[in-house]
């Protein structure tokens, strides 16, 4: 099982906002990343750290964190935004960094 | 523009060892961590292991036993080995740059896999 907690699935309607979540203890500490994933393409990493936006990366995608949760925003879902959508932080433990990966999210833009 | 490929057999057999190279282009391989990361077929993406250019490593604790990643600096590839492979081994294999950033303090605050290559579908089957 993931110690990283995202809802499986999440619909928003064109031009709406939506917001898909990852729960984990390791986020109390650590910054999330967020990937967008469509089928046959590599996963594109659209938010990482304090909201920081790779080069490209339309404005309308932010990300924030409170406790133990890290947000991703969309504020006016496009249908190019329909996607499945990974957080990705490290564990809890102490030591050697491992990854863990949420269980994704699948977002429909209807 | 870094650029990264996978490649390797896209059939196992059971038992045997899987065996796939990712070759960098665009970019050095050096002064970076690099990450294997795969997707069994209607799964999510689950982290195999990293290693630094140094050569130091770190492995999934579920996948420790039966993994190796190296280094060939000369030929800015890396190599994943995945032994005793079974059909729960079967995946779209991706290696990607594995960035560790920092706040202001110098703390570690996280990473993110900013290149990604194509992937590669493994299939584990007799």
């Known amino acids: 099982s993931s110690e990283l907690t995202q809802d499986p699935a999440v619909s928003v309607a064109l031009g709406q906002t939506v917001r898909i979540t990852c729960q984990g203890e390791?986020?109390?500490?650590?910054?999330a990343s967020w990937y967008q994933h469509k089928p046959g393409q590599a996963p594109l990493l659209v938010v990482y750290?304090?909201?920081i936006r790779p080069s490209g990366i339309p404005d309308r995608f932010s990300g924030s964190s409170s406790g133990n949760t890290a947000s991703l925003t969309i504020v006016g879902a496009q249908a190019e935004d329909e996607a499945d959508y990974y957080c990705?932080?490290?564990?809890?433990?102490?030591?050697?960094?491992?990854?863990?990966f949420g269980g994704g999210t699948k977002l429909t833009v209807l | 523009q870094v650029q990264l490929q996978e490649s390797g057999p896209g059939l196992v057999k059971p038992s045997e060892t899987l065996s796939l190279t990712c070759t960098v282009s665009?970019?050095?391989?050096?002064?970076?961590?690099w990450s294997w990361i795969r997707q069994p077929p209607g799964k999510g993406l689950q982290w195999i292991g990293y290693?630094?250019?140094?050569?130091?490593?770190n492995y999934n604790p579920s996948l420790k036993s039966r993994v190796t990643i190296s280094l060939d600096t000369s030929r800015n590839q890396l190599s994943l080995t995945l032994s005793s492979a079974t059909a729960a081994d079967s995946a779209v294999y991706y290696c990607?740059?594995?960035?560790?950033?920092?706040?202001?303090?110098?703390?570690?605050?996280?990473?993110?896999?900013?290149?990604w290559g194509q992937g590669t579908l493994v299939t584990v089957s007799s």
């Open positions: 990607a740059r594995d960035i560790r950033y920092y706040d202001s303090r110098g703390d570690y605050r996280g990473n993110y896999f900013d290149y």
């Open positions: 665009g970019g050095s391989i050096s002064s970076f961590y």
């Open positions: 290693i630094y250019y140094s050569g130091t490593t």
């Open positions: 390791s986020l109390r500490s650590y910054s």
């Open positions: 750290g304090r909201n």
């Open positions: 990705n932080s490290r564990d809890s433990g102490a030591g050697h960094p491992n990854w863990v």
